[in-house]
């Protein structure tokens, strides 16, 4: 399978803002997923990014760099219910998908 | 529109049984793929099935098996239970596009559990 990383875990405040990176392998790479997911619960879809550049939504945006095989996740302005596990997800040909591992975002007041 | 569900949401089972998981996804998606995750391992795709195809296989054991029938409801089977198949098992939905861009819903998943 392909390698996607993603930090394992973060803290950050409330009414901060967060960085959460995502490397994948280039090759054959067709998009990039990110997921939000709260303990026992079902991933929900985020966002997705095929072109180079920023896409916004609300309070979360994600970025993607198709040469460096690299995209980020930015939280704005951070809540508790924010507190969360964050999933990359790269698409590959032939509708291959591939998770990281995720990342457990801790919120504290 | 609905949304993913899945049946059923917890089973317990003994090693050695056998066990078979539904998935039925949101209409008009013809892709559905499997996926179990474990605090170790995170997600770990199993298979996608398209058009009653399976089109895309991970790295599992036989053991694992999957079908789609014509309305696009998929059933998940695991034989042979063993200790280490204790995990949550999750379908995702899609419409099922080549080439990227092919977003996964995902339902809200069947916790397994082998003692």
């Given at each position: 399978?392909q ?7 973060m803290?950050?405040t409330e ?8 490397t994948?392998q ?6 990039l997923?990110?997921?939000q997911?709260?303990?026992g619960e079902?991933?929900t879809?985020l966002s997705y990014?095929v ?8 309070r979360?945006?994600?970025?993607l760099?198709?040469?460096k095989g ?10 508790m219910?924010?507190?969360a ?5 790269a698409a590959y040909?032939?509708?291959k998908f591939y998770f ?5 975002l801790?919120?504290?007041? | 529109k ?8 917890y089973?317990?089972k ?5 066990v078979?998981?539904s998935?039925?996804?949101i ?5 559905v793929s499997?996926?179990?995750?474990t605090?170790?391992?995170g ?9 009653e ?8 054991p036989?053991?694992?098996s999957?079908?789609?029938?014509s309305?696009?409801r998929?059933e998940?089977?695991?034989?042979t239970?063993?200790l280490?198949d204790?995990?949550l098992?999750l ?6 596009l080549?080439?990227g ?7 809200p998943?069947?916790r397994?559990?082998?003692?």
């Amino acid at each position: 399978g392909q390698n996607i990383d993603q930090p394992t875990e973060m803290t950050a405040t409330e009414g901060a803002i967060v960085q959460i990176n995502c490397t994948y392998q280039t090759s054959g790479f067709n998009g990039l997923f990110w997921y939000q997911q709260h303990a026992g619960e079902a991933p929900t879809f985020l966002s997705y990014n095929v072109l180079d550049g920023l896409e916004e939504k609300g309070r979360f945006s994600s970025f993607l760099s198709r040469s460096k095989g690299y995209s980020y996740l930015l939280l704005k302005e951070l809540q508790m219910k924010d507190s969360a596990s964050y999933l990359c997800a790269a698409a590959y040909n032939f509708n291959k998908f591939y998770f990281g591992s995720g990342t457990k975002l801790n919120v504290k007041p | 529109k609905a949304g993913v569900t899945q049946t059923p949401r917890y089973l317990i089972k003994t090693r050695g049984q056998q066990v078979t998981l539904s998935c039925s996804p949101i209409s008009g998606h013809r892709s559905v793929s499997w996926y179990q995750q474990t605090p170790g391992q995170g997600l770990q795709f199993l298979f996608e099935y398209f058009s009653e195809t399976q089109r895309n296989k991970g790295n599992f054991p036989g053991r694992f098996s999957g079908r789609q029938f014509s309305n696009s409801r998929s059933e998940m089977n695991v034989s042979t239970l063993e200790l280490g198949d204790s995990a949550l098992y999750l379908c995702a939905s899609s419409a099922g596009l080549a080439g990227g861009g092919d977003t996964q819903y995902f339902g809200p998943g069947t916790r397994l559990t082998v003692l």
